[in-house]
């Protein structure tokens, strides 16, 4: 058992997510089992009737006002049911980042439609060989009347190419803030590439060239602003750790189950002592990323703007954990399966691509080791 367990509504948000996609992966093909819920819009609307959307948004805006730890119990069962849809691009990153910015008019706009899942946002924040490097920002806005224009590349847009509207940082031109604004997806100047990540997310490059129509959110000094980026890029990369967790349970027990039943030279694969070794090395693994999620989890929810440095530090730490710990379990998963872990067709090669992309997106474990470093050498 981990030392961090859910709580009873928490254990009651995880069994509804694990029957939900159960259901909906019951009639797939092991090719087509990521629940691809971004193509889907009934899917979409089913999440919001389940609740999901509405549970980083408060209260007063038709949301659950759900905690961190609620958000990740949802996103481990995401990731144990490898799912495709953009939950933690627009709910968590993107949502989470304009309640905490936004002016009162845009947030009676947007925060029920994103509850009720009638819109989606994505947050353009990393620019082109920045390496989520948040400070490196050349998009530039200019001010004409009344009106913002924005100009500038943006590049990996987390479920980009579906959203109804866009954050982007940017410059002010002629000073020395930053600002963040929201810009209606597809405006007028703006070109959106799509993409597909590695295991079937979606994203988008977006270029905007005088795009206009943009509604400024917040202004201000660098430190301030990129700190509103900061938060909002912590918190989706714990959510996006408690996916990594769900997705690396699942590979771990489709790898166990195959072991079981699979045979060599007249007895199952697991019964090798040395393969019992390198499942309970993985096991032992998998517990300690899910203890270590649950306690930063728990410290985002417990403690205040006060220990922001500590907190900073605990999320690099388990972040740079899930990464490597990921790495071993797809590694482990392709090699314990022999050639079949390589396919397709069979249900742990999901999982592979989903672990190979986990190991690098927000961030590599190097990267965060070195924040790791730097936190505690400053502190």
């Known amino acids: 058992m981990s030392a961090y ?24 093909p092991h090719s087509q089992q990521a629940v691809d819920l971004a193509n889907d819009a009934a899917r979409w609307s089913e999440m919001a009737d389940l609740g999901w959307l509405a549970l980083p948004v408060p209260e007063p805006y038709g949301g659950l ?3 961190m730890a609620d958000i990740c119990a949802l996103t481990e069962e995401l990731g144990h049911g490898v799912v495709n849809a953009p939950y933690i691009a627009s709910a968590v990153l993107a949502g989470m980042l304009l309640t905490d910015v936004a002016p009162q008019a845009v ?18 924040a990393w620019e082109p060989g920045a390496r989520f490097d948040l400070t490196e920002v050349n998009t530039c806005a200019t001010q ?14 987390l479920g980009g190419s579906r959203a109804d509207g866009l954050l982007v940082c940017a410059c002010i031109s002629g000073s020395q803030d ?6 209606t997806a597809d405006g007028p100047g703006q070109q959106r590439l799509a993409q597909t990540l590695f295991d079937g997310q979606d994203a988008a490059n977006l270029t905007m060239h005088s795009a206009s129509g943009a509604t400024l959110l917040c202004r201000g000094e660098r430190s301030k602003v990129l700190g509103h980026l900061d938060v909002a890029l912590e918190r989706a990369t714990l959510a996006h750790c408690a996916d990594t967790v769900g997705a690396m349970a699942r590979a771990f027990a489709i790898t166990r189950e195959y072991l079981g039943t699979r045979s060599q030279f007249g007895k199952p694969i697991a ?7 390198r499942l309970v090395d993985m096991f032992v693994e998998i517990e300690e990323a899910r203890s270590l999620m649950r ?19 605990h999320l690099a730490a388990t972040k740079a954990f899930v990464a490597q710990v990921a790495h071993h379990v797809w590694e482990e998963a392709v090699q314990l399966h022999g050639a079949i872990g390589m396919t397709q067709e069979y249900e742990v090669g999901a999982y592979v691509k989903r672990l190979a992309l986990a190991t690098n997106l927000f961030g590599d474990a190097a990267l965060h080791l070195e924040r790791v ?3 505690s050498l400053n502190n």
């Open 107 to 124: 947030l009676d706009q947007w925060l029920p439609a994103l509850a009720d899942g009638s819109k989606r946002l994505a947050l353009a």
């Open 373 to 375: 470093a730097s936190s």
């Open 144 to 157: 004409e009347g009344a009106d913002w224009h924005v100009d500038g590349q943006k590049v990996l847009v």
């Open 65 to 67: 006002s759900g905690s």
């Open 271 to 277: 019964a090798n002592q040395v393969v019992q070794h």
């Open 178 to 183: 930053l600002g963040i604004f929201l810009l």
């Open 295 to 313: 306690m930063t989890a728990s410290l985002y929810d417990s403690t205040g703007s006060d220990s922001a440095a500590m907190l900073k530090r």
């Open 5 to 28: 367990t859910l709580n009873e509504q928490q254990e009651m948000l995880a069994d509804s997510a694990r029957s939900y996609l159960s259901r909906s992966k019951a009639a797939k």
